[in-house]
């Protein structure tokens, strides 16, 4: 039973690409219609078919039904509002699109029993357990390879049937299997980001301060459920909403269905739907703000997590350590003269024309983790670093997370440089997925560049990390540091030298001290932090419109009517690509 248009229902392998190609084109399938279910709304309705039959127990199109916080708490504060808003809308459906296409070169050895595996994938080390699982290969057999991929966006975490196809094809075949999926295979059948539909209320007093708000969303996830998301979180972080405001109550539910489309619900250009959170909160924090008839700057300032209030848990439980969201939303204000504005629009009024501004301010969460909460099919997210300093001074860092050209090698290469002084010239910055996993692994995967800024924070690479493996390997070397470089001494002798890399090179040539001494520094440490790290924005703009020159006129049912954005006086930012 084909569940989506385009989903695949063989495969061949020949000699090269044309010859495939051709002969899938000799392949002809008789299909029976069906009736199609395109929203979650169609798939819930009173008789509908079931698109997943071919589970067993599954008697209805809901994939899952999930709640967060104190509903309760929640609807006593609600009780006690002086105004409810609400808000409802949809945030459509749409694809990544990256220019290259998904892609594998499986190559299985027989002799060896090893599996290595050239793929443009975001999440190496959670493809070869996934790879282990479906080949039934012992996941230290397999080596999981991801080049320069281009864009992924998300696009490219998912294991997609071409993978599968590739990797079991040579297996069978004992030859190395390629598979390149085109561009219209790619629009038409690799996973969808969004397609939520959302619904908000939120409880205010008279005074601008929130008491609480409540979260409805009905999500299509397409006729298969693989977004990767959490196993604990069904709806990803779409909890993470309004980490910024100091809100005392809060209640999430979420419901996904099956529809006939492909898989949906990436992470597209976000950690898990967090782009999904931010746009809902803005627009609900805009609507109370007109609501109550108040400044919508104001409005955020009254409801922020003050400075000294902090460390602050949402009602939804995220914590965030730090912050200064009056400050950081006042720069923005200033910078596009937010006290002038409304003097600016009364007379841009006054000439015809119309000055749309807006506001958006936001807590994001970055990565994944803590491993206690965070997992993709049970296995835990986390990320790990190793450095190694040669004999000859020169170093090469891995990490577990994967680089999709954001500049990861010239970053972390400049952050060993900060600390341990090696120039960056003498470090080599590799990704690695294809080491044994007890080596080296992670999340592997880039979420809005959230790596620099934990190995960053937490020192993964610093001279703190190295120093125990130095005392260690010297065996008797005495290392101290101060403002002119590393002491390094032994057997009376005492010598300075610039960086831990001289100090490897010394160790290195010390006759007296050279048994059982390991040629060069290394040290590796994990990365399971106790809070998923967060990035703080807030954006203001504002935008002069000629609404005769710049309004959109939308044909809608035979009839023309203004853009409402365009023609508008006011315009709530959108947050997030899209």
């Known amino acids: 039973k084909v569940r989506f248009q385009g989903q695949a229902v063989a495969a061949v392998v020949a000699d090269n690409p044309y010859i495939a190609k051709d002969a899938v084109q000799k392949i002809v399938v008789e299909y029976e219609q069906l009736p199609v279910i395109v929203n979650p709304f169609q798939a819930q309705a009173p008789g509908a078919p079931v698109i997943r039959d071919d589970k067993t127990g599954q008697g209805d199109n809901k994939v899952f039904?999930?709640?967060?916080?104190?509903?309760?708490?929640?609807?006593?504060?609600?009780?006690?509002?002086?105004?409810?808003?609400?808000?409802?809308?949809?945030?459509?459906?749409?694809?990544?699109?990256?220019?290259?296409?998904?892609?594998?070169?499986?190559?299985?050895?027989?002799?060896?029993?090893?599996?290595?595996?050239?793929?443009?994938?975001?999440?190496?080390?959670?493809?070869?357990?996934?790879?282990?699982?479906?080949?039934?290969?012992?996941?230290?057999?397999?080596?999981?390879v991801a080049p320069d991929l281009g864009g992924g966006f998300g696009n490219k975490v998912p294991v997609y049937p071409g993978y599968v196809v590739s990797i079991l094809a040579s297996i069978l075949c004992e030859k190395p299997v390629k598979w390149i999926d085109d561009k219209s295979g790619n629009l038409t059948t690799t996973h969808f980001g969004r397609d939520i539909y959302l619904k908000g209320e939120m409880a205010l007093r008279k005074d601008g301060r929130i008491l609480a708000?409540?979260?409805?969303?009905?999500?299509?996830?397409?006729?298969?459920?693989?977004?990767?998301?959490?196993?604990?979180?069904?709806?990803?972080?779409?909890?993470?909403?309004?980490?910024?405001?100091?809100?005392?109550n809060a209640h999430l539910v979420n419901t996904g269905y099956y529809t006939n489309k492909a898989p949906g619900g990436v992470a597209y250009r976000c950690s898990f739907r967090v782009t999904e959170a931010m746009y809902f909160q803005e627009r609900m924090v805009h609507t109370a703000a007109m609501d109550l008839g108040m400044d919508q700057a104001q409005f955020r300032k009254v409801n922020f997590v003050k400075d000294d209030d902090f460390p602050h848990r949402t009602p939804f439980g995220f914590l965030t350590d730090s912050g200064q969201y009056t400050k950081c939303l006042d720069i923005a204000l200033d910078a596009i003269?937010?006290?002038?504005?409304?003097?600016?629009?009364?007379?841009?009024?006054?000439?015809?024309?119309?000055?749309?501004?807006?506001?958006?301010?936001?807590?994001?969460?970055?990565?994944?983790?803590?491993?206690?909460?965070?997992?993709?099919?049970?296995?835990?997210?986390?990320?790990?670093?190793?450095?190694?300093?040669?004999?000859?001074g020169k170093a090469i860092l891995r990490t577990g997370a994967k680089t999709q050209g954001q500049g990861h090698e010239t970053t972390w290469a400049q952050i060993?440089?900060?600390?341990?002084?090696?120039?960056?010239?003498?470090?080599?910055?590799?990704?690695?997925?294809?080491?044994?996993?007890?080596?080296?692994?992670?999340?592997?995967?880039?979420?809005?560049?959230?790596?620099?800024?934990?190995?960053?924070?937490?020192?993964?690479?610093?001279?703190?990390?190295?120093?125990?493996?130095?005392?260690?390997?010297?065996?008797?070397?005495?290392?101290?540091?101060?403002?002119?470089?590393?002491?390094?001494?032994?057997?009376?002798?005492?010598?300075?030298?610039?960086?831990?890399?001289?100090?490897?090179?010394?160790m290195a040539a010390d006759d007296d001290d050279a048994i059982g001494i390991a040629a060069?520094?290394?040290?590796?440490?994990?990365?399971?932090?106790?809070?998923?790290?967060?990035?703080?924005?807030?954006?203001?703009?504002?935008?002069?419109?000629?609404?005769?020159?710049?309004?959109?006129?939308?044909?809608?049912?035979?009839?023309?009517?203004?853009?409402?954005?365009?023609?508008?006086?006011?315009a709530a930012l959108g947050v997030g690509g899209g």
């Not at 397409?222 to 979180?233: E, N």
């Not at 504005?341 to 936001?362: C, F, H, N, P, Y």
């Not at 080596?439 to 190995?455: D, I, K, N, S, T």
């Not at 009839?559 to 006086?569: E, F, S």
């Open 520 to 570: 060069g520094l290394d040290a590796q440490h994990i990365l399971d932090h106790d809070a998923i790290g967060c990035a703080r924005t807030s954006e203001a703009a504002a935008d002069p419109l000629d609404p005769d020159a710049a309004a959109a006129r939308l044909a809608d049912r035979g009839q023309l009517r203004r853009h409402p954005v365009a023609c508008g006086a006011d």
């Open 213 to 248: 708000f409540r979260m409805y969303t009905t999500s299509d996830h397409g006729a298969f459920y693989s977004d990767a998301q959490p196993s604990k979180f069904k709806i990803g972080l779409m909890h993470s909403a309004f980490a910024c405001y100091d809100i005392p």
């Open 337 to 392: 003269g937010w006290k002038d504005l409304e003097q600016d629009r009364a007379a841009a009024k006054a000439r015809g024309r119309l000055v749309g501004i807006g506001i958006s301010t936001m807590t994001e969460p970055l990565g994944a983790g803590n491993s206690r909460e965070y997992d993709i099919l049970g296995i835990k997210m986390f990320d790990s670093a190793e450095l190694r300093v040669h004999m000859t």
């Open 416 to 506: 060993v440089t900060h600390e341990l002084g090696i120039p960056a010239d003498d470090i080599v910055v590799e990704h690695r997925a294809d080491l044994p996993p007890a080596l080296l692994r992670g999340v592997g995967e880039q979420f809005g560049a959230p790596q620099p800024l934990f190995l960053g924070r937490e020192g993964d690479v610093d001279d703190r990390r190295v120093e125990l493996p130095l005392r260690q390997q010297a065996r008797g070397l005495q290392r101290q540091r101060d403002a002119r470089g590393i002491v390094v001494g032994a057997g009376g002798v005492v010598r300075r030298v610039h960086h831990v890399g001289d100090a490897a090179v010394d």
């Open 65 to 144: 039904e999930w709640e967060i916080g104190d509903k309760k708490a929640t609807d006593e504060a609600f009780a006690q509002a002086d105004v409810v808003s609400k808000v409802e809308m949809h945030y459509p459906r749409n694809h990544p699109s990256p220019m290259e296409t998904e892609g594998s070169i499986a190559d299985f050895d027989r002799a060896t029993g090893k599996l290595t595996v050239y793929m443009t994938t975001q999440a190496p080390h959670i493809i070869r357990a996934a790879v282990a699982l479906v080949a039934e290969l012992p996941e230290h057999q397999i080596r999981i």
